[in-house]
C-alpha cells in the first residue's frame, strides 16, 4: 500500500495481548492459510496481510481464534509529515463508508511512546470533524461501526468497519472497567463475558459459581436477579457473605459434587473462575455438568500456565465436549493468563 492511499489488498491491524502476539498469529494462519505476518507496531499490536475479507475472516476468528482481541481492515495509512489536506481527505473517504443510518464512533489508539504527539490530535479533530460532517449519530464507546485507527511514530493506520467485524465494539477491544477494587476487578472479566457472548442469559433462577470467592462474579449474577450457590473454601466479601440470595459452600468444588442432589434442584447457569489447572478445571465442570438443566448456560475461564497454552486450551476442550458445546472461547480484555470459555449442556 502506498502511504497516504487505499490499501490496495486486504490488510488487517491485529491486537492480541502482548504474550499472546504468536498464538493470534497463529489463530490467524489457521483462519486464513494464505495470510502474510507484516510489521510489528507495538507489542501486540501487528500488520496482516490477508487473502480473506474482513466478514470472512472475523467469522472464522469468532469460532476458533481466542487469541486475537481485536482488528481492523486498514483502508488508509498515513505519516506524521504529510499535509493536513492529505488527512481531510482520508477522513472523509472514511467517514464516507459509514452508514448514515447506524451509530458510528471513533476508536483511536495511540501505541507509541509518552503522551499523544500535537500530529495525532491533529489527525483526531480532522477524523471527528469528517465523522460529524457524514450524519451517522454518535454510537457511544460500543458502537455498530467505528472508524478505528492505531497511530504510532511511525505513522497511522485506519479502517471504516462495522465493529462485529472487529471482535470487539469496544476501541482495540478494550472493555471497559466499570468498577475498582478486587471483587469488581473479576466482576469485570463476567461483565466483558456477557456482553462479548451472544447468548441467551437466564434472567431468573439459580447459578451455581465455582470458585466464587471474594464475590465479584457472585455479585455480578445477584444483580441480574439470580440466586446463588457459591462454592468456594475461601471466604466470601460483604456483602455477599450475608446476602438472602446466596448460599455459601465453604467446600471446594470436588466436595461438593458429592453431595446428595435433591430432586428438582439444577440450576440455569453454572459459572466457573477456579483457580486451578485447566484440564482439571475442565473436569471438574463435567462432573458437575449434571447440575445444569439441560441446554444451560455456563461461563469458565481456564488459567494457562505459560508454556503449551493452546494444548492447554485443547485439552480442556476435548474434556469439556463430552458434556458441553463450546459457543465460545476468547481471550477476553479482562483476562491475563487464561481465556473465556462460553459453552452450553448438550
Ligand atoms: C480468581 S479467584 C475467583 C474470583 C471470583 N470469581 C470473583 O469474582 O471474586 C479463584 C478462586 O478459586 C478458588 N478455588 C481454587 N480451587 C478450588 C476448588 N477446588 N474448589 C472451589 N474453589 C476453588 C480459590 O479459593 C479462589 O477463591
Same mark, same amino acid.
Not at 446466596?246 to 471446594?252: K, L, N, P, Q, S
Given at each position: 500500500?502506498?502511504p497516504g492511499?487505499?490499501?490496495?489488498?486486504?490488510?488487517?491491524l491485529? *491486537?492480541? $495481548?502482548?504474550?499472546?502476539?504468536? /498464538?493470534? @498469529?497463529?489463530?490467524?494462519?489457521?483462519?486464513?492459510? =494464505?495470510?502474510?505476518?507484516?510489521?510489528?507496531?507495538?507489542?501486540?499490536v501487528?500488520?496482516?496481510?490477508?487473502?480473506?475479507?474482513?466478514?470472512?475472516l472475523s467469522?472464522?476468528?469468532?469460532?476458533?481464534?481466542?487469541?486475537?482481541?481485536?482488528?481492523?481492515?486498514?483502508?488508509?495509512?498515513?505519516?506524521?509529515?504529510?499535509?493536513?489536506?492529505?488527512?481531510?481527505?482520508?477522513?472523509k473517504?472514511?467517514? =464516507?463508508?459509514l452508514?448514515?443510518?447506524?451509530?458510528?464512533?471513533?476508536?483511536?489508539? @495511540?501505541?507509541?511512546?509518552?503522551?499523544?504527539?500535537? @500530529?495525532v490530535?491533529?489527525l $483526531?479533530?480532522?477524523?471527528? *470533524?469528517?465523522?460529524?460532517?457524514c450524519?451517522?449519530?454518535?454510537?457511544?464507546?460500543?458502537?455498530?461501526?467505528?472508524?478505528?485507527?492505531?497511530?504510532?511514530?511511525?505513522?497511522? @493506520?485506519?479502517?471504516?468497519?462495522p465493529?462485529?467485524?472487529?471482535?470487539?465494539?469496544?476501541?482495540?477491544?478494550?472493555?471497559? *472497567?466499570s468498577?475498582?477494587?478486587? %471483587?469488581?476487578r473479576?466482576?469485570?472479566?463476567?461483565?466483558?463475558?456477557?456482553r462479548?457472548?451472544?447468548?441467551?442469559?437466564?434472567?431468573?433462577?439459580?447459578?451455581?459459581? /465455582?470458585?466464587?470467592?471474594?464475590?465479584?462474579? *457472585?455479585? %455480578?449474577?445477584?444483580?441480574?436477579?439470580?440466586? %446463588?450457590?457459591?462454592?468456594?473454601?475461601?471466604?466470601?466479601?460483604?456483602?455477599?457473605?450475608?446476602?438472602?440470595?446466596?448460599?455459601?459452600?465453604?467446600?471446594?468444588?470436588?466436595?461438593?459434587?458429592?453431595?446428595?442432589?435433591?430432586?428438582g434442584?439444577?440450576v440455569?447457569l453454572?459459572?466457573?473462575?477456579?483457580?486451578?489447572?485447566?484440564?482439571?478445571?475442565?473436569?471438574?465442570?463435567?462432573?458437575?455438568?449434571?447440575?445444569?438443566?439441560?441446554?444451560?448456560?455456563? %461461563?469458565?475461564?481456564?488459567?494457562?500456565?505459560?508454556?503449551? $497454552?493452546?494444548?492447554?486450551?485443547?485439552?480442556?476442550?476435548?474434556?469439556?465436549?463430552?458434556?458441553?458445546?463450546?459457543?465460545?472461547?476468547?481471550?477476553?480484555?479482562?483476562?491475563?493468563?487464561?481465556?473465556?470459555?462460553?459453552?452450553?449442556?448438550?
Amino acid at each position: 500500500m502506498a502511504p497516504g492511499a487505499a490499501a490496495a489488498g486486504a490488510e488487517f491491524l491485529v *491486537t492480541a $495481548r502482548p504474550e499472546s502476539w504468536e /498464538l493470534a @498469529w497463529e489463530d490467524v494462519r489457521a483462519a486464513d492459510g =494464505g495470510a502474510r505476518l507484516g510489521q510489528s507496531v507495538a507489542p501486540g499490536v501487528f500488520l496482516v496481510a490477508a487473502t480473506l475479507d474482513a466478514a470472512a475472516l472475523s467469522e472464522r476468528l469468532q469460532r476458533r481464534g481466542p487469541f486475537v482481541r481485536h482488528l481492523f481492515s486498514v483502508h488508509y495509512r498515513v505519516s506524521p509529515g504529510f499535509a493536513p489536506a492529505v488527512w481531510a481527505d482520508a477522513g472523509k473517504a472514511l467517514a =464516507g463508508r459509514l452508514d448514515p443510518a447506524l451509530g458510528a464512533g471513533l476508536q483511536l489508539r @495511540w501505541v507509541g511512546q509518552g503522551p499523544l504527539p500535537p @500530529w495525532v490530535m491533529d489527525l $483526531r479533530r480532522t477524523l471527528d *470533524t469528517a465523522l460529524q460532517q457524514c450524519g451517522a449519530p454518535p454510537g457511544g464507546p460500543a458502537p455498530p461501526q467505528a472508524i478505528s485507527v492505531v497511530a504510532s511514530e511511525a505513522g497511522a @493506520w485506519m479502517g471504516t468497519s462495522p465493529t462485529w467485524h472487529n471482535l470487539s465494539p469496544w476501541s482495540g477491544g478494550a472493555a471497559p *472497567t466499570s468498577r475498582v477494587g478486587a %471483587v469488581s476487578r473479576a466482576a469485570s472479566k463476567l461483565l466483558e463475558a456477557l456482553r462479548m457472548f451472544d447468548l441467551p442469559w437466564p434472567q431468573s433462577g439459580r447459578a451455581l459459581d /465455582l470458585g466464587a470467592a471474594p464475590g465479584g462474579w *457472585t455479585g %455480578v449474577l445477584v444483580e441480574r436477579g439470580l440466586s %446463588v450457590v457459591a462454592v468456594d473454601p475461601a471466604a466470601l466479601a460483604e456483602p455477599w457473605a450475608h446476602h438472602p440470595h446466596v448460599a455459601h459452600h465453604r467446600e471446594t468444588a470436588e466436595a461438593y459434587a458429592q453431595r446428595p442432589r435433591a430432586p428438582g434442584d439444577s440450576v440455569q447457569l453454572l459459572v466457573n473462575d477456579m483457580r486451578l489447572e485447566a484440564a482439571y478445571s475442565a473436569r471438574c465442570m463435567a462432573m458437575l455438568s449434571g447440575r445444569l438443566q439441560s441446554g444451560g448456560l455456563a %461461563v469458565m475461564t481456564l488459567k494457562l500456565h505459560e508454556v503449551r $497454552r493452546r494444548r492447554q486450551v485443547r485439552e480442556a476442550v476435548r474434556i469439556l465436549e463430552s458434556e458441553y458445546t463450546v459457543a465460545g472461547c476468547r481471550q477476553l480484555y479482562h483476562n491475563r493468563s487464561e481465556v473465556t470459555l462460553a459453552l452450553m449442556r448438550h
